[in-house]
């Protein structure tokens, strides 16, 4: 099992900058991939960035530029950094990470971002 704690959230203005961060423990030597997901108001939940543990990131294409994944092994951390934010990055985003058996959810953080 892999427990994840997510903070971070708020409500900024458009243009402005968050950083979100997710702490994972429990089975944390079983994680491979860890990264993070979000969900806007009658959305799908999405994709937003992913680390899968060795070189490789993905970023969705509407956040590329913008958004930074970075993830600490050491401390079982993973966040998120974003800036330039727009009204339409508002959503609940959620941490998670995948073993070779499971993937696991934080509880997720609101961001908003007014205009």
């Known amino acids: 099992q892999v427990q994840l704690v997510e903070s971070g959230g708020g409500l900024v203005q458009a243009g402005g900058s968050l950083r979100l961060s997710c702490a994972a423990s429990?089975?944390?030597?079983?994680?491979?991939?860890m990264g993070w997901h979000r969900q806007a108001p009658g959305k799908q939940r999405e994709l937003v960035a992913v680390n899968t543990g060795g070189r490789d990131i993905i970023y969705a294409d509407s956040v590329k530029g913008r958004f930074t994944i970075s993830r600490d092994n050491a401390k079982n951390t993973v966040d998120l950094q974003l800036n330039s934010l727009k009204p339409e990055d508002t959503a609940v985003y959620y941490c998670?990470?995948?073993?070779?058996?499971?993937?696991?959810w934080g509880q997720g953080t609101q961001v908003i971002v007014s205009r």
């Open positions: 429990g089975s944390v030597f079983d994680i491979n991939v």
């Open positions: 998670y990470a995948q073993t070779a058996r499971a993937v696991y």
